[in-house]
């Protein structure tokens, strides 16, 4: 926290408001954040020295000095990382998807085991720049953003201003911002060749690649089937959102009206267990007329009827890779993006030899 040099009779609201007003004027004449000017003068350094610098010399030309007491009892004392889960505004999707679950219940388990806090929050997909908020009001020393969604833009920007951020997703072109996800691409491609292996030539694509980590797989599913010799049938491919109450009747309309695809490749379990059941309402088969694949390998995968083939995504790991992406960022060290294994769970829906 900062002090300006202001009279000792002053009130205490008019020096609070004295000192904002004097790190606004620094912003502005530096060309920089609000948030990145405080970080410059308790000598942060996620900001570069240049920078660094001529905020100090800016400040001093201002008469505005800092309450070093005062920052590193903050310091010692903020021990919480906001981890931040977007929300779809049209679809909702709710926190209690088995995925989020899942990758949440694995960073909070990373977070307890080195003695920090979590806090638990959901910020609008459209507006994922809001999730800077927590470390901005210096309630949170980080933050861990569940998922990419449409505006890899906001993340880059979020990352240019020096936000401790790690976001879980894909490796993305251009990409600033520290990244860690499983191998979508090598998920896509695992998939998509088991399927080619059983002899299937049809096979459906269902997911909106508009968001990074499908579009990742999408590039796997379309690489095996080029491998194959098949081009990619946009007529196969299904734009469906993760969120069940919106997905059902769009992967239930594509079965109706599709009925010459003989295997699928699904982005989630949640969907793959969709199109399961909306293929039983028209009367197929899994997997004797559709081998279905899902991707994630949540629990329910192994309960389902049949049980679920399905992408391994290393959930249970994530949370300490999450963490620890974090942390390192926060004692200076470089950030890059971080891939981790997948690989392909068999079952029933898809299994070695069909019946």
Avoid at 69 to 80: D, I, S, V, W
Avoid at 240 to 260: H, L, M, Y
């Amino acid at each position: 926290m900062a002090k300006s040099k202001s009279s000792p009779q002053a009130p205490e609201g008019g020096a609070t408001e004295q000192r904002r007003l004097q790190m606004v004027d620094i912003a502005r004449l530096a060309g920089v954040s609000v948030s990145t000017v405080s970080r410059a003068l308790n000598g942060s350094e996620l900001v570069n020295a240049e920078t660094r610098q001529r905020v100090a010399e800016l400040a001093r030309s201002l008469n505005y000095s800092i309450n070093f007491g005062a920052r590193n009892l903050r310091l010692q004392e903020n021990k919480t990382v906001a981890v931040v889960v977007p929300f779809d505004a049209k679809s909702r999707q709710h926190i209690s998807d088995p995925f989020f679950l899942s990758i949440v219940g694995s960073i909070a388990d990373a977070l307890t085991d080195r003695g920090y806090d979590m806090l638990l929050s959901r910020v609008d997909a459209e507006h994922l720049d809001l999730a800077s908020h927590w470390f901005d009001s210096g309630k949170a020393i980080g933050v861990i953003l569940i998922g990419q969604w449409r505006h890899h833009d906001q993340l880059n920007e979020m990352a240019a201003r020096k936000l401790p951020l790690v976001v879980w997703g894909g490796e993305m072109p251009q990409q600033l911002y520290c990244s860690v996800g499983g191998d979508n691409v090598l998920g896509g491609l695992l998939a998509t060749r088991h399927l080619l292996t059983l002899g299937r030539k049809r096979i459906a694509f269902i997911g909106d690649a508009q968001l990074p980590e499908v579009w990742l797989r999408r590039q796997g599913y379309v690489q095996a089937l080029s491998e194959a010799g098949l081009q990619a049938d946009p007529a196969l491919e299904l734009a469906a959102p993760f969120e069940p109450s919106v997905a059902t009747a769009i992967v239930r309309d594509f079965c109706v009206a599709q009925r010459d695809f003989d295997a699928v490749v699904c982005c989630s379990d949640v969907l793959a267990l969709l199109t399961m059941q909306a293929l039983r309402n028209v009367g197929r088969s899994v997997p004797r007329d559709v081998a279905l694949v899902g991707y994630d390998d949540m629990p329910l995968a192994a309960y389902c009827d049949p049980p679920l083939t399905t992408v391994h995504q290393p959930v249970a790991e994530a949370g300490a890779e999450l963490v620890e992406a974090l942390l390192g960022q926060l004692r200076g060290e470089r950030a890059g993006p971080r891939t981790m294994p997948v690989y392909l769970k068999l079952r029933q829906s898809a299994p070695d030899v069909l019946p």
